[in-house]
């Protein structure tokens, strides 16, 4: 953390699926935000070294044996960031069972049980009790065993590299409690291919569902307070899982903002693996609105949000 003066409050979780390359960078900014004592990746499958690249960059590391997707990715990190929460302070830690089997990049989460739902998560010794199963998370007025309320949860995607750090600026409404969820929007987009339709589905489909005009629906780097991230789940199936929480928390009443940054990540091509994305995008967005009925409260009943 770079600003000893600003109280740690907020973990960072990073989903990531092949990000060998990108991700020790991503890391080493998230870290340096103020406010930052913590970043979980959540290695989803991968079949290069993102898992022990993050782990040597100084991020704990929850791996999914499959890729099971971004949706379950975040909720693996946020259950992680919990039981990390709940733990005792240093001195009190379980040590690591002698010999504790891990796969490569896993690492172990002291003091925890696990993560349920099939991440490897190795827990601490063998009288170390097993945490609660995803869904019973404390609420957000729960102190955990340090007496301080539970982290905000910053999730950042794993090509951000050096530019994570502006991130700093998503936190700021959150932690001054002015907004329960931030949402990013990039003041510089590049564009490799486009995935316009996606978009317009997104933006289209949150207006309709909630009255709340998205600037970027699907930009995923956003802050939540754990309140928030909670009142949401379960999360949007896949790549649903930003439109879906923009609509569930603003219905909600939540207090939602988008902040611009100047970050940036790596455009989507032409190829055939990117045209693919784009039709698992499109499936997935269009899934989460179909399970969310059309706005059929009154205009002046909308719960209010901010920019």
Known sequence: MSDPSVRPDTAVIIPAKDEADRIAATVTAALA?????????????????????????GARVVRHSRNRGKAAAMESGA????????????????????GAALRDGDEVLPGSGGVS????????????????????????DARNAGG?????LLFLDADLGDTARAAARLIE???AGVADMTIATFVTRVKLGGHGLVVRLAREGIRRACGWEATQPLNGQRCLTRAAFEAARPLAYGFGVETGLTIDLVRKGFRVQEV??????????????????RARQLRDVALALATRDPLTVPLKSRPRTSR
Do not use: C, Y
Request: hydrophobic share 40%; proline share 12%; charged share 25%.
């Open 260 to 277: 611009e940054v100047e970050m940036a990540h790596r455009a989507t091509g032409t190829d055939w693996r990117a045209q693919f994305h």
């Open 148 to 152: 301080r309320p539970p982290r905000h």
């Open 173 to 175: 409404p959150v932690r």
């Open 117 to 140: 739902g099939g991440a490897a998560v190795a827990g601490g010794g063998s009288d170390a009790a097993p945490g609660p199963a995803l869904g019973e998370a404390a609420s957000s």
């Open 79 to 98: 259950e992680a960031v919990r039981l990390l929460d709940n733990d005792p302070p240093d001195t009190e830690r379980p040590s690591p069972a002698p």
């Open 33 to 57: 935000i103020p406010g930052v004592d913590l970043v979980v990746v959540v290695d989803d499958g991968s079949f290069d070294a993102t898992g022990r690249v993050a782990k040597a960059a």
